[in-house]
Structures are given as structure tokens and as C-alpha cells.
């Protein structure tokens, strides 16, 4: 990784995505991982993705667990850092402002919050978002927010970061490649 650079990581459910964006930061220390996922002992499933995630880390790598105020532990240090993932925090984001029966852009300004902290960022920070865009639209208005907002913030962040990976069946295809630019 070039110093400072931002990289977003796109791509689908088990498409590899996060492995990938782990991959970025092998040969950096130290590094911050930045989980937004937010744990249900009720629910074995998401445990186990969870478990999933932790047991492939590098024990030596520091975890902040950030599920709501995400623009501040972006902010908070410029050490090197993966935010994973930031469509559990959009969601999380909506369940509490109790939004999904509100209109589109009800988030906006917590995205926008997010898109700052990642520009103003001067480590390597590496983003890991899904892409739900390429299927097809939703049965459920909840499931339509969700693919719009997360297709609008996706949008955003590719615009301020430096390089952009979409993930397709553990392969990465790089969209952009940008040199970083200087922080100021």
C-alpha cells in the first residue's frame, strides 16, 4: 500500500471482499481493524460469521468494535485501518434512527459524516462494503432503501478514495487507480 492511500472494497455476499482488504495491510503494522458488526448471542448464525472473521486475524491487529459512531473512530487515529463492513453499519445506522420506513437521504447526513472522515483520513485505510446493485431491485421497501442508500454511499466513498476493487468470486478487479492525493 502506498502511504495514505484509501482503498474501497466492493463486492458480494462470500465474494471475498473482506479476506481481500485483510490481504492489503499483511506487510503493515500497526493495524486497526474497525468491526461494525454488532453481536446477537441469539443468533448462532451471525456469531458464527463473526467468529468467522475474528479467527482470521492477526492477533497482534487491535479491534474496535464501532457499529455507531463511525465517523469518529475513523477520525480517532491514522493508523492503518479496515473499516468491515460498512453495509452492517448502514444498517445499524437505520435501525437507530428508525428509518426504514422514512424517506430516501434520512441518513444522508451520517454518510456524509462517514465520506468526511474517510477523506480527511491520512493512513492507509481500507473500506469494505457489499455491492447489492447488480441484483434485482427488492420485493421489500427495506430491502430497496438499503440497496439505494448503500449504491449512493458506495458512490460517494469511490469519489474520495484513491482505489476502488470490486470483489467477484475471490477475484479482485480493480475499478479505479488513482495515486493519493496529499492531506491537508
Not at 467468529?51 to 464501532?66: F, I, K, Q, Y
Not at 455507531?68 to 468491515?84: K, M, R, Y
Not at 437521504?105 to 481500507?126: E, F, I, K, N, Y
Request: with cysteine; charged share 20%; proline share 7%.
Amino acid at each position: 500500500m502506498t502511504p495514505g492511500q484509501r482503498i474501497l472494497v466492493l463486492g458480494g455476499t462470500r465474494s471475498g471482499k473482506s479476506a481481500y482488504a485483510e490481504s492489503l495491510v499483511d506487510s503493515v503494522s500497526p493495524v486497526r481493524y474497525v468491526a461494525t458488526g454488532r453481536r446477537d448471542p441469539s443468533d448462532a448464525d451471525w456469531q458464527a460469521r463473526i467468529d468467522s472473521h475474528v479467527a482470521r486475524r492477526p492477533a497482534e491487529w487491535t479491534t474496535v468494535e464501532a457499529s455507531s459512531d463511525l465517523p469518529a473512530v475513523i477520525g480517532g487515529s491514522d493508523d492503518s485501518t479496515i473499516v468491515d463492513d460498512l453495509g452492517t453499519w448502514l444498517t445499524h445506522t437505520i435501525d437507530d434512527l428508525n428509518a426504514w420506513d422514512s424517506p430516501r437521504g434520512t441518513v444522508a447526513s451520517r454518510v456524509d459524516a462517514v465520506v468526511h472522515a474517510v477523506a480527511a483520513h491520512s493512513g492507509h485505510l481500507v473500506l469494505v462494503s457489499p455491492e447489492v446493485g447488480m441484483s434485482v431491485v427488492p420485493e421489500t421497501r427495506s430491502g430497496r432503501l438499503f440497496q439505494d442508500e448503500i449504491g449512493a454511499m458506495n458512490s460517494s466513498l469511490a469519489a474520495v478514495c484513491d482505489t476502488v476493487v470490486l470483489v467477484v468470486a475471490g477475484l479482485p478487479l480493480t475499478l479505479k487507480s488513482d495515486p493519493p492525493s496529499p492531506h491537508s
